[in-house]
T-cell receptor, first 113, second 108 residues
């Protein structure tokens, strides 16, 4: 297991296009989180899955954002009708409920032009 | 919602110096995390603390639950320690709440 993988590493898209990011967590981790980080700021919580259930969504996650974790394995984060304000680093992290430590992916840097 | 404050925001020091980064939070927690982020985005978890003190190599993390305060210390600092150090609290359904980070530069 090589840790948490995120794909793609970088994405440049035109405003109004849809984008989808993928996160592959550590296989035995049942918790998966998505965060967004803008330049100079700490990451902000977007959403959380325990197994395949999406248990919490931040108000930052507008109706243009949707996340899934089918079968409790990998997760996808989709942004529809992208806006320039969506430009950020999107980070995925996973953890094992019984341990609590987090492993972060390297992130997907989105640039909306 | 927990408020997480870190200080200093920026720190430049000479190689070999003892470094201290502070973190305070507003609401009682079950665990606090110290994370390291290098340019390009990758975040590495350094410590998870619920009480007392932990040490890993030249890094030491302490937490005072009553005072809602934690410190990260780096002994014998080295240029490769240059990174952003982030304090985060919480977890579970609400996710982590992060501080803005401390940008550390260690000069040779």
């Amino acid at each position: 297991d090589t840790g948490v993988s995120q794909d793609p590493r970088h994405k440049i898209t035109k405003r109004g296009q849809n984008v989808t990011f993928r996160c592959d967590p550590i296989s035995e981790h049942n918790r998966l989180y998505w965060y967004r980080q803008t330049l100079g700021q700490g990451p902000e919580f977007l959403t959380y899955f325990q197994n395949e259930a999406q248990l919490e969504k931040s108000r930052l996650l507008s109706d243009r954002f949707s996340a899934e974790r089918p079968k409790g394995s990998f997760s996808t984060l989709e942004i529809q009708r992208t806006e320039q304000g969506d430009s950020a680093m999107y980070l995925c992290a996973s953890s094992l409920q019984t341990e609590g430590g987090y492993t972060f992916g390297s992130g997907t840097r989105l640039t909306v032009v | 919602k927990n408020e997480v404050e870190q200080s200093p925001q920026n720190l430049t020091a000479q190689e070999g110096e003892f470094i201290t980064i502070n973190c305070s939070y507003s609401v009682g927690i079950s665990a606090l995390h110290w994370l390291q982020q290098h340019p390009g985005g990758g975040i590495v978890s350094l410590f998870m603390l619920s009480s007392g003190k932990k040490k890993h190599g030249r890094l030491i993390a302490t937490i005072n639950i009553q005072e809602k305060h934690s410190s990260l210390h780096i002994t014998a600092s080295h240029p490769r320690d240059s990174a952003v150090y982030i304090c985060a609290v919480g977890g579970g359904a609400d996710g982590l709440t992060f501080g803005k980070g401390t940008h550390l530069i260690i000069q040779p």
